[in-house]
């Protein structure tokens, strides 16, 4: 959507954190091991819950740093 002066509203620098958790679980030699285990669970298991946390946490910085003020 375009503003009215033409401005594209989403050319903000902070969306490019939004890239990271969709590249971060691409890396396989992040989670390419069994040990170490949390609570018994491999490493494969808890890093997917940890990507799910990153991913919302980098989405919410991106909400509330490019939303507009009122």
């Known amino acids: 959507m375009t503003t ?7 050319h903000s620098p902070w969306n490019w954190l939004l890239i990271v958790p969709i ?7 992040l989670y390419n091991s069994d040990e170490p285990r949390l609570l018994g669970f491999p490493l494969f298991y808890w890093l ?5 946390a990153i991913g919302v946490a980098c989405t919410t910085i991106v909400y509330q740093m490019t939303k507009r003020r009122r």
């Open 48 to 52: 997917q819950l940890a990507f799910i």
């Open 23 to 29: 590249i971060l679980p691409l890396i396989p030699f």
């Open 4 to 10: 009215p002066n033409g401005d594209r509203s989403d």
